[in-house]
């Protein structure tokens, strides 16, 4: 079985993600706020590094319930800062948690932050046709540039690229991917 370029076969939890998660559209407010704080922590390293302490960031993040990480005090960001099983960087868990914050407001001024994000493709998934490696859009631009305004922290275009990837907004799989 091919799978994109990117997956490394020596690794289940890699190949895992990406034949059952990755490019699969989601539309849980859950889901999508948990994928774009990962996405947040994984800038400047690998995204098996974050797979591999997902679940330590699931426990540490209260299962990303955004009613309680809307909450962390310093107290939690020390507590956060100490838990050698997750990525401790004071300025993403911050940014973290001012993210939930503004994740908020969009659920309310949208209804939900599904129906912000899908928005922007109009409710429809993007399948990359031209072969090419890109690793931002306009799309991702746009997006990045209004999560920003907003206020957002580590919300750059290639992270909004990968998190749209990872949403499945945009359809990024190889054309001799089993997935494409």
């Keep these: 079985m091919k799978r994109c370029f990117w997956v490394d076969e020596k690794s289940d939890i890699y190949k895992q993600y990406h034949d059952k998660e990755w490019g699969v559209p989601k539309y849980d407010d859950r889901e999508l706020f948990e994928l774009l704080i990962l996405e947040s922590f994984q800038a400047g390293l690998s995204w098996l590094t974050i797979l591999k302490k997902r679940e330590a960031f699931r426990l540490a993040y209260d299962n990303f319930n955004i009613n309680k990480v809307v909450q962390y005090d310093d107290k939690k960001v020390e507590e956060l800062l100490n838990n050698k099983d997750i990525i401790r960087c004071k300025n993403k868990i911050k940014a973290s948690i001012n993210n939930a914050k ?13 129906n912000y994000i899908w928005g922007f493709s109009d409710n429809k998934i993007i399948k990359n046709i031209t072969g090419k490696i890109i690793v931002s859009s306009p799309l991702s631009d746009k997006i990045s540039k209004d999560l920003k305004k907003r206020g957002m922290k580590y919300v750059g275009t290639v992270i909004i690229y990968s998190y749209l990837q990872a949403i499945g907004v945009i359809n990024d799989h190889d054309k001799d991917c089993f997935l494409y």
Excluded at 102 to 114: H, L, M, N, P, R
């Design 102 to 114: 503004i994740f908020v407001d969009i659920q309310k001024e949208f209804g939900s932050f599904s």
